[in-house]
């Protein structure tokens, strides 16, 4: 596995190493030890997997607030999708900037989302499958988002938007 830190400090794409032979390849998404020794999270308590079927889908800008702060690690694994954070931690540097990259099924890579960012994603092609390793459990009473075109964070999305849920149509603007 290669951990490359993205200009977020704290957020990591996960590149994982295949072993390749005669029937397929083999790979590991996850490893406690060499998780911790970087300095990541290394318990998850729930994992969800979420499908979408729709190419241009937009899910996000979601995150929960303390105590149910969560990490995520996130991993396509059907279909394409353009996944981002956003830094929304009080003291951080890059506070209000995002990052985003593609996650597939084919390039197996993940995003590591530390506490304090919103996470959202859309999808490039039909019926893309998400699945996420949470630290946290979901707690709705503290689950809250950010628009996904909020203009002071100004996220470039690659496809026009198809589909949106209405919650997250009603999230309000960060300033
Ligand atoms: C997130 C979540 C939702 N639900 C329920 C609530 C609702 O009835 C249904 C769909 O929920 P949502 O509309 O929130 O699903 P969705 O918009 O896909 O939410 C997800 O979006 C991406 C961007 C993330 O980062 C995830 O952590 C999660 O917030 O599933 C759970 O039961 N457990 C969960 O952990």
Same mark, same amino acid.
């Given at each position: 596995m290669i951990f490359t830190e993205t200009p977020i *400090?704290?957020?990591?794409?996960?590149?994982? *190493?295949?072993?390749? &032979? !005669?029937?397929?390849?083999?790979?590991r998404t996850f490893d406690q030890n060499?998780?911790?020794?970087?300095?990541?999270?290394?318990?998850w308590v729930q994992m969800n997997h979420s499908m979408t079927t729709q190419p241009g889908s937009i899910r996000g800008m979601h995150f929960q607030h303390t105590p149910a702060a969560e990490v995520k690690l996130v991993r396509c694994v059907a279909g394409r999708v353009f996944d981002v954070l956003v830094d929304?931690?009080?003291?951080?540097?890059?506070?209000?900037?995002?990052?985003?990259?593609?996650? !597939?099924a084919q390039n197996g890579q993940m995003l590591y989302i530390p506490e304090g960012c919103a996470h959202g994603f859309q999808t490039l092609e039909p019926n893309c499958e998400l699945v996420y390793c949470h630290s946290a459990a979901y707690a709705p009473e503290h689950e809250d988002g950010i628009?996904?075109?909020?203009?002071?964070?100004?996220?470039?999305?690659?496809?026009p938007?198809? &589909?949106? !849920?209405?919650? &997250?149509?009603?999230?309000?603007n960060v300033q």
């Amino acid at each position: 596995m290669i951990f490359t830190e993205t200009p977020i *400090a704290g957020a990591f794409v996960i590149t994982p *190493a295949p072993r390749r &032979d !005669s029937r397929g390849w083999f790979m590991r998404t996850f490893d406690q030890n060499t998780f911790i020794a970087s300095g990541l999270c290394g318990n998850w308590v729930q994992m969800n997997h979420s499908m979408t079927t729709q190419p241009g889908s937009i899910r996000g800008m979601h995150f929960q607030h303390t105590p149910a702060a969560e990490v995520k690690l996130v991993r396509c694994v059907a279909g394409r999708v353009f996944d981002v954070l956003v830094d929304l931690r009080p003291n951080s540097a890059t506070r209000w900037q995002w990052f985003g990259t593609e996650l !597939s099924a084919q390039n197996g890579q993940m995003l590591y989302i530390p506490e304090g960012c919103a996470h959202g994603f859309q999808t490039l092609e039909p019926n893309c499958e998400l699945v996420y390793c949470h630290s946290a459990a979901y707690a709705p009473e503290h689950e809250d988002g950010i628009r996904y075109n909020d203009p002071t964070i100004n996220i470039t999305w690659p496809l026009p938007v198809t &589909d949106i !849920s209405e919650r &997250d149509l009603g999230f309000i603007n960060v300033q």
